[in-house]
Nanobody
């Protein structure tokens, strides 16, 4: 069974940093498109960062651009999200996702949840003011 397991969430004060990790098993991330999504209570899930390994392209939502960095260690089969300058509005459950089947490779497609087949269970990030 293909599996993605996130870790690294926690509680921090505004301006702090966290690094999320997503370890994949039975999904080879170097052959996949990968992404981080988040969902806050009462809000829709939104894509925050995506990584397209074929060209090492990265995409970010406007809300996190310049503060978050997505990266991938293919040897460790692990996806990361470095989150700096955190704000209270970043509070959410964060999920990693992967897919080996792509129809397109543009930002709109790669930041859409419907594009991904495999999902983790999530890790909670709470930012206090």
């Amino acid at each position: 069974q293909r599996q993605l397991v996130e870790s690294g969430g926690g509680s921090v004060q505004a301006g702090g940093s966290l690094r999320l990790s997503c370890v994949a098993s039975r999904v080879t991330l170097k052959n996949s498109a990968t992404a981080w999504f988040r969902q806050a209570p009462g809000k829709e899930r939104e894509g925050v960062a995506a990584f397209y390994s074929d060209f090492s392209r990265t995409y970010y939502s406007d809300d996190v651009k310049g503060r978050f960095t997505i990266s991938q260690d293919n040897a460790m089969n692990t996806l990361y999200l470095q989150m700096d300058s955190l704000k209270p509005e970043d509070t959410a459950m964060y999920y990693c996702a992967a897919t080996t089947y792509l129809v397109r490779s543009d930002a709109e497609y790669l930041l859409a949840g419907s594009s991904y087949r495999y999902w983790g269970q999530g890790t909670q990030v709470t930012v206090s003011s």
